[in-house]
């Protein structure tokens, strides 16, 4: 009989969440306060960016609208 040893992977969200701890773990109170308001608002600056729809998405934004109420009137 063959013993072997399980292969297990790590979770993604664990892998960066350890190296986070290692890059944060050393840092006083006042430079990781300074860092976390740092990154949450890179972060809403990033979902700003990619919530922000150009003029042709709009246009068929505004053409989908147009129809759905022209066809709830239909009824």
């Known amino acids: ?3 072997t040893k399980k292969h297990i992977t790590k979770d993604p969200v664990e892998e960066r969440f350890d ?4 890059l944060i773990k050393d840092l006083p109170k006042a430079h ?7 990154m949450d608002l890179g972060y809403q600056s990033y979902q700003t960016v990619r919530n922000v729809k150009t003029d042709d998405e709009k246009e068929v934004e505004d ?3 147009a129809e759905t109420i022209l066809a709830k ?3």
């Open 1 to 3: 009989m063959r013993w």
């Open 32 to 38: 990781y306060n300074r860092l976390k308001r740092a």
């Open 73 to 75: 009137e239909e009824r």
């Open 63 to 65: 053409i989908a609208k």
């Open 19 to 22: 190296a986070m701890m290692a």
